[in-house]
């Protein structure tokens, strides 16, 4: 039997008012750590889900747009005469001149109206350049037809739209929907695609293109492509998905370090919390660890004992901290459904993050129990036994 | 000799003070003897049972129990030998709170590794007469019934030597007696027991007495 294990659990369930207030403390400090992590974790792994999904691989767009293409302004600078240039560039596979044109119609979230983007492309290469695509409901488009548009699983979903349902464009026009696309977890998911040349009609602007979509060939593979377009044009700008991602991997790492030093500060506090518990304790208790030493027992029986109780108050805590934790990243997880919509990111509950949180929480109380401790080593015995 | 001393000192300062709580003492005491330690309060009678009971080091004397100096021991040996060859009884009792009278009876063994602890602890708490009481926590118990938990407390181990530090000091005179008896009954087993008292009738029931005045030992 670990004698010094029940002694401490003993004690804690004495105090209970306070071992619960120092509970929730704790708890509070690690839902809050590992809540963070599992949002970060989640949108890290969304990143990198990114990578390793189908869909074209290179972008090229005019120079001096927003990092991001999806957000670009300034819709359609480039020469669609272009095109047949950017496919001759050794290594690359397909090319898709994309027009984007965007649609607020249908579903809402906390900021207002949902946006849908409708990308504007050739039917031609589209399963070719997304393997894992499929149609759910309807029918792709094709290049002949007039103003139609097919949904990304979650832009159907986001927007409540269907088969037969009409989706309204900013400037007001209205585009058929023809078909849905399932729902694979992949970034088309998120976009609306219309045939080229009738967005282009839509908005009088044929031959303009707003980027380019490049997908490079397997032996080639995307950086040498990348190298290769950026020579042939200087003017454009040249980013492979990976590059995209990386940039919002570092956008998310600074968003990470700012968790990182806000769950320390928690967790710091934590440890203040239970150490402040451990100290009462154990200053009402200094009679009764004089009287395990004077009976025979060692001081690292009576360093366990402190220590086991403080860990043991510090784990119930980071258990239901766990719990807490996981609570919290689903909640954000509903606010940003509501406020933006669905995103293809969402708090990642691993339990390797279970494993931090506890692992946490045990060091949490070996810390806050170190102090308690040497305070009752110092004392002498004899002492103690006088001690009132 | 059990115990024997040799010119133990002790001093404490206080600020600007310095009181010799032992100032000398050389005793010896045989196994087996039953000895009255009496003397004003202050003597240092507490000091000296700190002593004998390997609580607390001399600040120089030498300390030899049975026939081991262990006046500079490390700590930790020091509780081993607590554990192994004293049993201790308080006039406050020092029982453990939320623990039953069985399981603070059973801590002593845990501590020497023992095993069948509880067994062994049942049949002292039968001795001292709390066959009925083993699952009660002290705090639900009367002070006889608690110091007769220390003493099953101060035997399981088999300690040569019982160092009783004013155990009759809390209790009325009817459950004093029966503490008495208790310890009078385990001297009679071979024991060497060793009472701080301030009662004369007690005194009068030990064998000998040692009488402490300013830290000395006087007679
Ligand atoms: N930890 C300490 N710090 C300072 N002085 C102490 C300490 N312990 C004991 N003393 C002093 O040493 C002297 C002897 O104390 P001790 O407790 O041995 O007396 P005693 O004979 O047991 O008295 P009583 O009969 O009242 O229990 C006293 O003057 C006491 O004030
Ligand atoms: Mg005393």
Same mark, same amino acid.
């Given at each position: ?388 | ?99 039953? #009278? ?5 801590? *002593?063994?845990?501590?020497? $590794?023992?095993?069948?602890? &509880?067994?062994?602890?049942? =049949? +002292? ?5 709390? #066959? ?5 926590? *002290?705090?639900?118990?009367? $002070?006889?019934?608690?110091? &007769?938990?220390?003493?099953? =407390? +101060? ?65």
């Amino acid at each position: 039997m670990k004698s010094h294990i029940k002694l401490g659990t003993r004690n804690l369930t004495r105090r209970r008012g306070r071992s619960m207030l120092t509970i929730m403390g704790v708890a509070l400090a690690i839902g809050f750590t590992v809540g963070l992590l599992s949002i970060s974790e989640g949108f890290m792994s969304a990143l990198d889900g990114m990578l390793t999904g189908s869909g074209p691989d290179l972008f090229v767009r005019p120079k001096g747009g927003s990092k991001m293409p999806f957000g670009m302004q300034g819709n359609a600078m480039l020469d669609a005469d272009l095109l047949p240039i950017v496919r001759g560039i050794p290594g690359v596979e397909f090319v898709e001149p994309i027009y984007q044109a965007f649609s607020v119609d249908g579903g809402s979230t906390g900021f207002g109206p949902m946006m849908t983007m409708v990308s504007g492309m050739p039917a031609d290469d589209f399963f070719k350049i997304r393997p894992t695509a499929s149609i759910a409901r309807g029918r792709f488009f094709s290049n002949d037809d007039g103003a139609v548009v097919v949904l990304g699983g979650v832009v159907a979903e986001n927007t409540g739209k269907d088969v037969g349902d009409k989706l309204e464009l900013i400037s007001g026009r209205k585009l058929e929907v023809i078909g849905i696309m399932e729902k694979t977890d992949e970034p088309f998911d998120y976009f609306a695609y219309s045939p080229i040349a009738s967005l282009q009609k839509i908005f009088r602007d044929s031959g303009r293109v707003s980027y380019f979509l490049v997908k490079a060939s397997a032996e080639a593979g995307p950086e040498s492509v990348s190298e290769k377009l950026s020579k042939a044009f200087p003017h454009l700008d040249v980013q492979t998905v990976r590059e995209l991602i990386a940039e919002a991997k570092k956008m998310l790492s600074m968003a990470r370090a700012v968790h990182f030093g806000v769950s320390c500060f928690a967790l710091v506090i934590g440890v203040l919390f239970v150490a402040c518990t451990m100290v009462m304790s154990v200053s009402e208790r200094i009679r009764e660890f004089a009287t395990l030493r004077v009976i025979g027992a060692s001081k690292g029986f009576v360093i366990r004992m402190i220590l086991a109780e403080s860990i043991i108050l510090s784990v119930v805590g980071g258990a239901l901290g766990c719990c807490i934790g996981v609570a919290l990243s689903k909640l954000i997880d509903l606010l940003i459904g509501y406020f933006v919509g669905e995103t293809f990111m969402s708090a990642l509950v691993s339990p390797r993050i279970f494993a931090v949180g506890i692992l946490i929480s045990v060091l949490i109380g070996a810390f806050a129990g170190l102090l308690p401790a040497a305070m009752i080593m110092r004392r002498n015995i004899a002492d103690s036994l006088r001690y009132e | 000799m059990l115990i024997t001393t040799e010119n133990l000192v002790k001093k404490y300062t206080m600020g600007e003070s310095e009181i010799r709580a032992l100032d000398g003492v050389s005793v010896s005491i045989a196994e087996g003897e039953m000895t009255a330690v009496v003397g004003a309060s202050g003597s240092g009678k507490s000091t000296l049972m700190n002593m004998l009971g390997c609580l607390d080091r001399p600040d120089s004397g030498e300390y030899f129990l049975n026939g081991e100096n262990v006046s500079r021991l490390p700590k930790d040996r020091l509780a081993g030998i607590r554990n192994r060859y004293i049993g201790f009884i308080f006039q406050s009792f020092n029982l453990l709170p939320r623990m039953s #009278a069985l399981e603070n009876v059973e801590l *002593p063994m845990q501590y020497a $590794g023992k095993k069948d602890a &509880r067994g062994v602890a049942e =049949r +002292a708490l039968e001795i001292v007469g709390l #066959a009925g009481r083993m699952r009660h926590e *002290p705090g639900k118990m009367s $002070g006889g019934e608690r110091q &007769r938990v220390a003493v099953a =407390r +101060a035997l399981v181990n088999d300690p040569a030597l019982i160092l009783a530090d004013e155990p009759t000091g809390n209790l009325d005179s009817k459950t004093g007696e029966e503490i008495m008896s208790l310890l009078e009954s385990l001297n009679a087993q071979g024991r060497t027991i060793v009472i701080v008292t301030h009662d004369a009738d007690i005194a009068a029931r030990c064998g000998r007495s040692i009488r402490m005045k300013d830290g000395r030992v006087v007679s």
